[in-house]
């Protein structure tokens, strides 16, 4: 029963609340204990959020799951955990998750309501997302992509770091590209099986997929390659070599484009992040490089 909740509750996936961190380290502030333990509770709360509504998802798609090949062993669509349980596991989460917020910032009243203002947001547009938006084609990956941006909209909320249009635009590309190759797997399945795990799946098909994952990635390393140039982020970090963390990036992106091309995995980026070596020295360089020109 333990390890179902466990499994409900999809500890894996708070790899995603990481993107919190992000204002703080392009900040470099990363050393600043005090805006350190103000991001790490705020994302403990998205963490408790993300798993409530991953608890809603799971109620709601039941059905649908227990037709799909690998969702079918979900606790709610295998039958390990009942319905009732998870509403209460959900309502723990999303109980929980406000009350740290309030606990950890009564004495900054501004900044708690912004805060609570937008993981409450959050959670309904997830909600909505679950219930009905996620059937419409293309407005799914976009809701997907803005929930990235929320997230370091929140960290930047919990540190007051203003956040750049490099930041904000940088992350919803690059969640954007990796929906776009999350829901190509679902209409690999589809055309292989038949089946049809969610509704917007017959909105698409792989020729589609593969020139909007194409376009977005190529936009998302022309981007990034603009930001690490700009006079702007050469100013303001003090350095002309940010530009070299590019490599990191395009061979990420490239090596993302294989596995969902070529490999044809990529229906969760989450376990492609924990599993992928070549993918996770990239990330491991990138983010050394960077702390080494942002911190040295």
Same mark, same amino acid.
């Given at each position: ?16 609340? !990481?993107? &919190?961190f992000l204002p703080i380290f392009f900040d470099g502030k990363l050393?600043?204990?005090? @805006?350190? $333990? *103000?991001? #790490? ?117 919990? !540190?007051? &770091? ?13 969640? @954007?590209? $990796? *929906?776009? #190759? ?115």
């Open positions: 029963m333990i390890k179902s909740v466990v499994q409900l509750l999809r500890p894996q996936q708070w790899i995603k609340n !990481t993107f &919190i050393l600043h204990i005090d @805006l350190l $333990l *103000a991001t #790490a509770i705020v994302f403990a709360t998205y963490c408790l959020a993300a798993s409530g509504v991953y608890c809603f998802n799971d109620i709601f798609d039941a059905e649908a799951d227990r037709l799909h090949p690998k969702k079918c062993l979900r606790p709610i669509a295998s039958g390990t955990v009942s319905k009732t349980a998870a509403y209460a596991i959900m309502g723990v989460c999303f109980l929980l998750s406000i009350l740290l917020v309030t606990i950890s910032f009564h004495d900054e009243y501004p900044k708690m309501l912004r805060l609570i203002g937008v993981i409450t947001f959050y959670i309904l547009m997830n909600i909505a997302y679950c219930v009905k938006l996620k059937q419409k084609a293309i407005v799914d990956v976009f809701i997907i992509a803005t929930g990235f941006v929320l997230r370091i909209v929140a960290g930047g909320f919990a !540190t007051g &770091i203003h956040l750049s249009q490099w930041i904000v635009l940088m992350t919803f590309l690059l969640a @954007l590209f $990796l *929906a776009f #190759a999350k829901r190509r797997d679902d209409v690999v399945i589809y055309e292989d099986t038949g089946i049809l795990t969610r509704k917007n799946v017959s909105r698409y098909n792989l020729a589609f997929m593969n020139q909007a994952i194409g376009i977005v990635a190529s936009i998302t390393m022309v981007c990034y390659i603009m930001y690490t140039v700009s006079p702007e982020v050469t100013e303001r970090f003090h350095s002309h070599y940010v530009y070299i963390t590019s490599v990191y990036v395009l061979a990420g992106i490239i090596r993302y484009l294989q596995v969902t091309l070529v490999d044809v995995r990529s229906g969760s980026p989450t376990k492609i992040l924990l599993k992928d070596r070549f993918i996770q020295a990239c990330i491991i360089g990138w983010v050394m490089t960077f702390f080494f020109v942002l911190y040295f």
